[in-house]
């Protein structure tokens, strides 16, 4: 990852840059990014923030995640490998959703923000699991009284997820799933607000994280459609969620 960032001072409270000259302006460095990098600064107001939003939204420049956290904005620019395997753990999550019997609605990469917080974020995918029937029909999710998505994913390929964090963490999504390209690492809000990593998923009871990245490593590498992709993924959803079959009756 091409990361650009400015000297931090001594003990901060975040990571915190050099304040944005203001003649050089968030669309101007939005625009200057190439895939992969990353750029952060502080002294960015609310307006400043959502101002790019609303620029990046319009001119459908969604290649750029943006992460606001009381003045601190980062900028990131994903590649196309990011793209690629986020498009892969979504379809292998939906393929276990419906093949164990599951129902969801997906939230996607749709912006979480609270000005109430001063806090903002784009992730790579979100899922409605439990809560799926509480906002399906619902044209526009409002943080403030609805509920957070059940399960987000963050495609960990040009930066960690680890730093924005806190800012997750305080619109209380319940998990959080980490994949690099060859692991799964799943990760859940603690009573303290803060994440660990777990075993074992609780809003996807069952799934078997180490066979899902073995299995998404070898999707990866096959030349096929995702009609097909998803065909492997039910069957893989299919075989991993059955129940062991009852013991043999013994002979009389």
């Known amino acids: ?22 003649a050089v302006t968030l669309m101007d460095i939005a625009n200057a990014l190439k895939p992969g990098q990353c750029l952060t600064v502080n002294g960015v107001t609310w307006d400043e923030y959502w101002r790019l939003v609303l620029w990046r ?8 995640r943006l992460t606001f956290d009381r003045g601190e904005l980062s900028v990131m620019v994903i590649t196309n490998q990011h793209e690629r395997f ?3 753990l979504d379809l292998m999550i939906v393929s276990w959703i419906g093949g164990t019997g599951g129902e969801y609605v997906p939230s996607g990469e749709l912006t979480h923000h ?25 044209r526009e999710i409002d943080f403030k009284k609805d509920p957070p998505p059940d399960l987000m994913i963050e495609i960990e390929v040009s930066r960690t997820v680890v730093n924005r964090l806190p800012t997750i963490a305080a619109f209380k999504i ?21 994440y660990a990593e777990v075993t ?24 096929a459609g995702y009609g097909e992709l998803g065909r492997l ?17 013994p002979n009389t």
């Open 57 to 64: 939204d319009e001119y459908r420049t969604h290649s750029v």
């Open 233 to 249: 993924f039910r069957a893989f959803a299919a075989k991993h969620s059955a129940p062991p079959a009852a013991p043999a009756a």
């Open 86 to 88: 986020k498009k892969l």
């Open 174 to 194: 319940p998990e959080v799933w980490r994949y690099d390209g060859e692991h799964i690492t799943p990760l859940a809000l603690q009573p303290n607000g803060t």
């Open 114 to 138: 609270r000005d109430d917080l001063e806090r903002g974020f784009e992730p790579d995918d979100c899922y409605y699991v439990q809560n799926w029937q509480k906002v399906t029909g619902t």
């Open 200 to 223: 074992a998923s609780t809003v996807l009871p069952g799934f078997p994280f180490a066979e899902a990245a073995a299995e998404l490593t070898r999707a990866a590498a096959l030349s």
């Open 1 to 22: 990852m091409s990361t650009i960032a400015a000297p931090q001072p001594a003990a901060p409270r975040a990571p915190a840059l050099t304040p944005l000259p203001r």
